[in-house]
């Protein structure tokens, strides 16, 4: 993929997608800013980028806090010599805060954070990171969805109602930074082994249940991997999507073309 001295900013760039996108932007010949709260995580991910010859940076950022986000552009003005491509990676589910899921249980606490991280911190991110972008050759947003932005599933209702928010922003920039040259799309996934993946299941009553809801709706028989989405983040970053802007794009195994499992078709098991 044509990502070739393209300055990439991750958020949640630590683990999971984040960490796989670094990775593979890095070994297309990109250089990365990573950020995250996790430090030992992000500090991780450089170290293997560097130790495979590539160019990355850290940057502590809590994308709810204002000072922090400005800080994290300032660092990649500075350290890669402007941003290109902003990838608003950073996310939590609310089994991350609290085992109290239902609409009945949840606190406003655990509801108002997951939005705080999913929403405010793509709006507050985008924001700080414009200046930089209007200086770019090939400027674009990429902006984390899910398919819960796009249709219903249990003990979701902070996530999913955030992913929602995060697919109509995206259009909403699209139209608002078009006279800027900047592209601003989103993706969303179906079910990617994450550790956030693992920690939602681990809250289900019944985690096989869970998994099988997850995953058996994949025409593809198996839970994506973060490789998967960091593919199409690098090809929407590319010169090769230059004419790509406001879209949403599903990468879910192509479970959301259709009503039904894989039970329903002998295919039960899934790797």
């Known amino acids: 993929m044509n990502v070739e001295d393209l300055k990439f900013v991750i958020t949640g760039a630590g683990a999971g997608i984040g960490a796989g996108t670094a990775t593979l932007a890095a070994r297309y010949g990109a250089r990365v800013m990573?950020?995250?709260?996790?430090?030992a995580n992000g500090l991780a991910v450089v170290e293997s980028i560097r130790a495979e010859g590539g160019t990355a940076f850290y940057q502590h950022c809590d994308v709810t806090d204002e000072a922090q986000v400005k800080a994290l552009m300032a660092a990649a003005g500075t350290d890669l010599g402007g941003i290109d491509v902003l990838h608003n990676n950073a996310g939590i589910h609310e089994?991350?805060?609290s085992q109290e899921l239902s609409l009945e249980s949840m606190?406003?606490?655990t509801f108002d954070r997951v939005m705080s991280v999913n929403v405010t911190g793509v709006w507050l991110c985008a924001k700080y990171a414009l200046p930089y972008l209007r200086e770019s050759a090939l400027p674009s947003i990429i902006n984390a969805g899910s398919t819960s932005s796009v249709t219903g599933y249990p003990n979701c209702v902070a996530y999913g109602s955030s992913k929602g928010a995060v697919m109509q922003m995206t259009k909403m920039l699209a139209v608002d930074l078009a006279p800027d040259g900047i592209r601003v799309n989103c993706y969303c996934p179906g079910s990617i082994h994450t550790?956030?993946?693992?920690?939602?299941l681990a809250a289900a009553p019944d985690p096989s249940a869970m998994l099988n809801t997850m995953t058996l709706t994949h025409l593809i028989p198996r839970m994506g991997k973060p490789q998967d989405v960091a593919?199409?983040?690098?090809?929407?970053?590319?010169p090769a999507a230059s004419f790509i802007n406001g879209a949403v794009?599903?990468?879910d195994g192509g479970s959301l073309a259709w009503r039904g499992t894989l039970d329903v078709l002998g295919?039960?098991?899934?790797?």
């Open 34 to 39: 990573v950020s995250d709260t996790n430090d």
């Open 95 to 97: 089994s991350m805060l």
């Open 107 to 109: 606190s406003r606490e």
């Open 195 to 200: 550790k956030m993946v693992d920690d939602f």
């Open 231 to 238: 593919e199409l983040v690098c090809f929407l970053a590319s």
């Open 249 to 251: 794009w599903l990468i």
């Open 267 to 271: 295919m039960g098991e899934t790797a």
